[in-house]
């Protein structure tokens, strides 16, 4: 619903449009794997997961053949029932692994969330704080006479696209991680197999750790989302004797700065959980 005046209208359809992304992605950040679009997308990954766990036993014999002959001096060490019992827990530990590798990246998944919600909870948000427009900022814009508002419709209109820029990048960064959780889970046989021999037991950890990273990544995203909810609590300063054009330079400044903080936040939360990570 229009409000009259087409600078206004320009800015409020820009915070609309944030402050939906914004409510869509608190809303996906607490979605679980097998609820998300439906649980049509998880269907999709157990089977394909199901399907690479005839190969990922194919490869747990493969590696633990090559473990076996790369460790192994010579074939009398067998013999020995301390390393053979060694190597025969080694084999049923890694057969384990991928046979039960979806239960055990859905158990991480789940305390990663856990501690989503914690962070949520302490910090006393149940829905993000929305970005609205200041009371004197809205009459200091149907304030404006016709030659003052041209200036200030092109900066509405160029402030607002950004915005609208930024609220999409934001979403696909969040979009992009539960791509990545389907794309972990769905593969995750054949890295999992790895685990069979101590050559190649790296990759299979390796595995583990880029999995809990990603998972991860939603907690950063969510901490963000919590600082910048404190920004939007403080809505841009306005110098209240400046003239009607400065407080509309000055307003859509500040509030785009504000808005690329958060999403420069969310893009780089793989990089952040990366380095945490040593990855």
């Known amino acids: 619903m229009g409000s009259g005046n087409w600078i206004l209208d320009n800015i409020l359809n820009a915070l609309r449009i944030w402050n939906e992304k914004l409510s869509e992605i608190w809303y996906l950040i607490t979605q679980s794997l097998q609820g998300f679009k439906g649980g049509a997308i998880w269907d999709v990954i157990v089977n394909i997961n199901g399907a690479l766990k005839a190969i990922g036993y194919a490869l747990v014999v493969l590696f633990f053949l ?6 192994t001096s010579n074939f009398s060490e067998l013999k ?9 827990i080694r084999f049923i530990l890694a057969k384990s692994v991928v046979s039960y590798g979806m239960d055990i ?17 302490t ?15 809205e009459a200091a814009i149907r304030g404006l ?21 930024l609220s999409f990048v934001m979403i696909m960064s969040v979009y992009g991680r539960f791509f990545k959780l389907y794309m972990y889970t769905a593969i995750a046989p054949i890295p999992l197999s790895t685990f069979a021999g101590e050559p190649t037991s790296s990759i299979g950890k390796s595995f583990l750790k ?23 609590s403080a809505p841009p300063v306005v110098p209240q004797d400046a003239s009607p054009v400065t407080m509309v330079w000055s307003y859509m400044g500040e509030l785009v700065f504000n808005l690329l903080v958060l999403t420069g936040a969310v893009k780089m939360a793989d990089r952040v959980v990366r380095e945490m990570f040593g990855l």
């Open 66 to 71: 090559m473990g076996v002959v790369k460790t």
């Open 123 to 137: 910090a006393g948000l149940a829905t993000q704080a929305a970005v609205t427009v200041p009371a004197e900022m």
């Open 210 to 232: 880029s999995y809990a990273a990603v998972c991860l990544e939603g907690a950063v995203i969510v901490l963000a989302c919590v600082i910048f909810s404190v920004f939007a």
């Open 105 to 121: 990246m859905l158990g991480l998944f789940r305390i990663i969330q856990g501690v989503i919600t914690t962070a949520m909870n």
């Open 80 to 88: 020995r029932p301390e390393q053979a019992l060694k190597l025969f």
């Open 145 to 165: 006479t016709f030659m003052q508002s041209i200036p200030a419709w092109a900066v509405s209109l160029i402030g607002g696209l950004v915005v609208i820029v």
